[in-house]
């Protein structure tokens, strides 16, 4: 069965320190992979997406980044933290884009 | 863009009541999706609906899709306290290759 992991769970970094969150897919092959964010109590912001290695879609101007380096391997990434970049950061598979969605169990963020 | 609009935002019931859900797309849609997430926890996938006019039942939970397959419900009878947490519909958004996801409805049921 296809299990994904997110690490950390939590983190609690300052203000213009860089961010590195990681997301990997066990048990399916050539994933789509998306990156969202959930400020407390809101609905889901699509961040990126990749449909492949090296594939990037991004949904939403700011100071982060996405890279996909290994088919299930999705990684989000921003050089310096701004405190709006606080929120619930959550990374999911899909096996195309019409289909269901996956999500892992999150990182909490915290900018200070 | 495709917008997905869900109504009410917010939903507080007694144990044992029933409640329901609205989702509305300004666009057709392929399929509708439906998600729930505990609080503290992430979205989970519960069921997907592709036919106009699809009806399916998870025990207590029905899910309807519209005949213009532009809109879709929910519906929980008889809710439990472990029915508590937000509830997102979600539809392909064609060309943008992507979910689009409504705003939720958080539900809370009173003990």
């Known amino acids: 069965s296809q299990t994904i992991h997110q690490w950390p769970a939590t983190l609690v970094q300052p203000v213009g320190s860089p961010l590195s969150l990681e997301c990997t897919v066990e048990?399916?092959?050539?994933?789509?992979l998306y990156w969202y964010r959930q400020a407390a109590g809101r609905g889901l912001q699509l961040l990126f997406y990749?449909?492949?290695?090296?594939?990037i879609s991004s949904e939403v101007p700011q100071n982060l980044s996405a890279s996909r380096p290994q088919d299930r391997q999705f990684i989000l990434s921003s050089k310096k933290l701004l405190l709006s970049d606080s929120g619930f950061y959550l990374c999911?598979?899909?096996?195309?884009?019409?289909?269901?969605?996956?999500f892992g169990p999150g990182t909490r963020l915290t900018v200070t | 863009g495709q917008q997905v609009m869900q109504i009410p935002q917010y939903q507080h019931v007694q144990e044992g009541e029933d409640f329901t859900t609205y989702c509305n797309s300004s666009?057709?849609?392929?399929?509708i999706q439906w998600y729930k997430q505990r609080p503290g926890g992430h979205p989970v996938f519960l069921i997907q609906?592709?036919?106009?006019?699809e009806v399916k039942k998870q025990k207590r939970l029905t899910f309807q899709f519209g005949e213009a397959k532009k809109n879709s419900s929910l519906h929980i009878t008889a809710t439990q306290t472990t029915d508590v947490g937000t509830y997102f519909c979600?539809?392909?958004?064609?060309?943008?290759?992507?979910?689009?996801f409504g705003s939720g409805t958080q539900l809370t049921v009173l003990p």
């Open positions: 609906l592709v036919k106009s006019g």
């Open positions: 979600a539809g392909p958004s064609g060309s943008a290759r992507q979910l689009t």
């Open positions: 666009t057709t849609l392929s399929n």
């Open positions: 999911a598979w899909s096996a195309g884009f019409e289909g269901e969605q996956y």
């Open positions: 048990g399916t092959s050539n994933p789509n």
């Open positions: 990749s449909v492949g290695i090296g594939q």
